[in-house]
């Protein structure tokens, strides 16, 4: 039984680091979207099946939290917003996909290579899982790098949000539940303040471009 | 627990009545009740000993119902300084109705979050409280929509977003190392249950997570490299935005830093903790002091000015011992106080002047004698000039480090000298000189700056015993 639950653990866990890889090389806002969509769906599961094989029964509570949060409230406001903003179109990046792409396999090198030590000393069933998570995290951070637009760079907020959340189940089946409550609750504010802004950037600059933001520097 | 819940009531009825005539003196109301209920605190804490509430999850003792104190303390006097300040601001058409509410709401959102972080035992919740206040203020800083105000909070949102983001990934990694010795309940996030068991908490997960919730929590103290958000922030928010975020909320993620400072010694033999935090702390100090000789706007200027002291202060604690802990915490004290002092005569000279810019804001003294000699004032005090209270925790800082780190003193030395020299040679001309402007409509106020100098000079001359006895508690806490 617990083989077979670690089994899909890992499976689930390396569909997020195609997923997080997925989303460095994905041009499009809709698309990007779907892909932090179905992240969301793939974190759900992969909290359910934790759930299940440790019988830790607050974890199908968050597996809950998750699914609202991150596969429906959030994804309808985002695609709300983008209709609204009509930004459906390509997005620049700021260095080209392939080179993004090489750089994102060394990362994810270092993340192994620093969560290594770490998982070892775990003793979870998820352990083996903390450096795709820590993968998960860096991929996403350098999302927000590369790309100019608003949007890309709050999705890349997001899911790096998502790496980290599958990090608190990979190494402790879960945080205690008044602080994931608490996060799930800073996280629906954000994006809501977030959405706010866009809207707020857009009137100001006439565009998303995050590039116009360069105002203040020092000279 | 007053403390927390009246900010709490507060930003809930400023939310429906924000935009009325008698706001402003709501938001003070509040803060008092606020920083009345802090007192009582601290006197229960000093003649008691620590506090647990509500299930251990919350926890006073001598070295956060300091900062509680100050906190509320300074949180009253910018909501004093705030009403005057807010009603030129609204007749100047900066400020509409709607405007005023989020303001006045938020503003006392963020009180609670900062008292929140501060009493709350939990590592968790401190970082959903430490995030909460990035949110409210994100808010704060864009209130007046303006294209660098609204520039300026979306960095402030990405880079303190990503910096808590890590904190929080450090958070997970300090459960899993306590969970392995206490087992998986929720108490194993409790700052007591860890602090009593740090020294069996195994090193290699204890460093990796030090070192994300150093860089987490570093990001909002404003630590160079990952203080770009800190200036543009100060700058183009309002004022009193700008004296709460150098007077608390620089503070209260420093103070996140030392919990896990105290947590990551008992763990380790090594002095990594001290290393890192002297190493950026020195890396901030000499940083900022450079960029400060470079402002045009004097926000900006005063924002480079509290990255040095807030560097200063990370040295300070970094070294650790008795005599260094207790000027950090000193330092940290005199600095909130000074640094929101200047932050209101400076948001008086510059709606006076109608710019920030340094070289068009001349001849405070003339128009107002009394914002001019505050501003000088309080410049004289952040330099460190005796007899001010920043001289005194900047000398025990600097013969410290003379004796224990004596390659340090001469960077030190230099950058504040660098420092001096720029803020004076900016501060002068501002309030000599010859200038043309009228009075405000609103007569500023004006106590809330002498009240504030008054402290840091009296701590400058003499510390009242009982106070001391309270740093000394509060620095041995930290590891003295």
């Known amino acids: ?219 | 627990m007053f403390v927390f819940g009246i900010p709490l009531v507060g930003s809930a009825i400023l939310a429906l009545v924000g935009h009325r005539e008698s706001a402003p003196d709501v938001n003070v109301a509040f803060s008092l009740g606020t920083f009345i209920a802090a007192c009582v605190l601290t006197v229960e804490v000093i003649s008691f000993g620590p506090l647990f509430a509500w299930d251990r999850a919350f926890f006073i003792d001598p070295l956060n119902v300091f900062i509680v104190t100050l906190t509320a303390f300074v949180a009253l006097s910018t909501a004093l300084f705030s009403r005057p300040y807010m009603r030129v601001e609204r007749d100047q058409g900066k400020m509409t109705p709607p405007r005023l509410r989020l303001y006045h709401s938020m503003y006392q959102l963020f009180s609670f979050t900062m008292l929140l972080a501060l009493t709350t035992n939990n590592m968790g919740i401190l970082w959903v409280a430490m995030e909460a206040a990035t949110l409210t203020t994100v808010l704060l800083v864009s209130v007046y929509r303006t294209a660098a105000s609204l520039e300026a909070a979306w960095k402030y949102f990405i880079l303190c977003g990503v910096g808590i983001a890590q904190a929080l990934f450090g958070t997970v990694l300090l459960y899993m190392a306590a969970e392995k010795v206490v087992g998986s309940e929720g108490a194993a996030l409790l700052w007591t249950n860890l602090d009593a068991i740090k020294a069996q908490l195994d090193p290699t997960i204890i460093t990796l997570a030090f070192a994300f919730l150093f860089i987490g929590y570093g990001t909002k103290v404003g630590l160079v490299p990952l203080h770009n958000w800190l200036p543009d922030a100060h700058a183009e928010g309002p004022t009193p935005v700008s004296a709460v975020l150098s007077g608390l909320l620089l503070n209260v993620a420093l103070y996140a830093i030392l919990r896990c400072k105290v947590l990551t010694d008992g763990a380790l033999a090594s002095p990594l903790t001290g290393n890192l935090m002297m190493g950026f702390g020195l890396l901030s100090v000499v940083v900022a002091a450079f960029f400060l000789s470079r402002q045009k706007d004097v926000k900006r200027m005063f924002a480079y000015s509290s990255i040095e002291h807030m560097g200063l202060v990370t040295f300070a604690f970094g070294m650790g011992g008795p005599i260094a802990n207790f000027a950090g915490l000193l330092h940290m004290t005199v600095h909130s106080l000074v640094k929101s002092a200047i932050f209101f005569t400076v948001g008086h000279a510059s709606q006076k002047a109608g710019t920030q810019v340094m070289n068009e804001i001349r001849g405070l003294i003339k128009v107002n004698p009394t914002v001019g000699w505050g501003l000088m004032l309080g410049s004289i005090a952040i330099l460190g000039m005796p007899p001010f209270g920043v001289f005194a925790s900047e000398f025990l800082i600097l013969i410290t480090a003379m004796r224990e780190h004596s390659w340090a003193t001469p960077f030190l030395l230099l950058s504040l000298g660098v420092a001096f020299a720029s803020v004076l040679s900016r501060v002068l001309p501002m309030v000599f000189g010859e200038t043309s402007v009228k009075r405000l409509p609103h007569p500023p106020a004006l106590i809330p700056v002498f009240v504030h100098l008054g402290i840091a000079l009296l701590l400058g001359l003499y510390i009242p015993p009982y106070l001391s006895t309270w740093y000394r508690e509060a620095a041995r806490m930290i590891g003295g």
């Open chain 1, 1 to 219: 039984m617990s083989g077979l639950a670690s089994q899909l653990i890992n499976l689930f866990a390396a569909v997020l680091l195609l997923l997080a890889f997925a989303m460095i090389s994905q041009r499009r806002v809709v698309s990007l979207i779907h892909l932090y969509t179905l992240q969301g769906a793939t974190l759900t599961a992969a909290t359910l099946v934790v759930g299940y094989a440790t019988h830790q029964p607050h974890l199908y509570l968050s597996a809950a939290l998750t699914l609202l949060l991150k596969v429906l409230l959030i994804p309808w406001l985002l695609h709300r917003v983008i209709d609204r903003l009509s930004v459906r179109w390509d997005v620049e990046t700021l260095i080209n996909i392939p080179t993004t792409m090489l750089i994102g396999i060394l990362l994810v090198i270092l993340a192994f290579h620093l969560a290594l030590p770490v998982s070892q000393l775990s003793s979870t069933i998820a352990r083996g899982t903390l450096g795709i998570a820590l993968a998960c995290m860096l991929l996403s951070f350098m999302m927000m790098i590369t790309r100019s637009k608003a949007v890309p760079q709050v999705l890349g907020f997001l899911s790096m949000e998502n790496g980290l959340f599958f990090a608190a189940t990979a190494a402790t089946y879960g945080m205690p539940m008044v602080v994931e409550l608490g996060i799930a609750l800073d996280v629906l504010v954000g994006i809501l303040i977030l959405g706010v802004f866009m809207f707020q950037i857009r009137e100001q600059f006439d565009s998303l471009d995050i590039e116009h933001l360069e105002k203040l520097k020092e000279d």
